[in-house]
C-alpha cells in the first residue's frame, strides 16, 4: 500500500478513484501519565508521554484507514490529511483520510 | 504568596534551562539534516519523475506545554496587549522539534515534498489548565532510484 500526501504517486498513474477512506481513533490520557505531565507543566517542555500517546494513535488511525482501502481493492493512498480534535477534556481525536486509487 | 514566588522561580530558572538545551540540539539536529530539503511544493522536482523509486508518507509530532513563569508573563500581556513573546518560542521550537522528527522517520529520503504543519490545543491554559499544544509535521518522503 503506498501512502502519501501528494494528489499523485509519481512516477506512476491512477487507473482508478475509489473515493474517500478514513480512519479515526479517539484516546484518552492515562491517570499516571497524566499525574507526571502535571508536574512537568509547572516547568514547561516536551510532554514525552503525550507525544507517544498521540504517535500511538495516529498509526492506529493510519492503519485503520489503510485496512479500508484494501477492502476497497485500492493499492494506493493519496492526499493523506491528518486533523486532531479534542472531543472531550482529556480525549482527543485523531483522524486520518484520503483518497484510496489503483495506481500501475 | 512564598510559595508562589517558589514555584516561579523555579519555572523560570528551569524552564529557561530547559529551553536553551532544546534550542541547541534543534541547531546541531538542523544543520546535520541540512542535506536533505523539505518543500511545500506539490510537485517533485523536474526531471526527477521516472527516477524515483519510492514516494510514502512521513510524519513526525511533538507535545509541549509553556511553564508556569511563562504563563504568568502571558497573563500580564494580557492585561496590556501585544506580542505574547513567551508563547512565540514555545510554538517556534515545537514546528522545528516536528520537522526535523519527520526527518529523521525517513533518514534516506532524497527530499521531502508538500510539507504540511499542523498545530492543535490540547488545554488552552484557561483556569488551572495549563496551555499544551501538539504540533504534527506531515509530508511526502521521496526517495530516487540511484
Known sequence: MIVTNLETVPGKAIDEHYGIVQGSTIRAKHVGRDMMASLKNIFGGELKGYTELLVESREEALSRMIRQAQEMGANAIVNVRFSTSSVAQGAAEILAYGTAVKVS | MFEIIFILGGAYLIGTAVERKHYRSIAAREKETLRVPISTRKTVQEGDQ?????????????????DRFKRFLAGLRNIFGGEVASYAS?????RREAFLRMKESHPHADYFVNCRIETSTLSNGQGRAVGTVEVLAYGTAIYLSK
Do not use: F, H, K, P
Request: avoid cysteine; aromatic fraction near 4%.
Open chain 2, 90 to 94: 514555545l510554538i517556534d521550537r515545537a
Open chain 2, 50 to 66: 521516472q527516477r524515483i523509486s519510492e514516494a510514502t508518507l512521513a510524519y513526525g509530532s511533538v507535545v509541549v506545554s509553556i
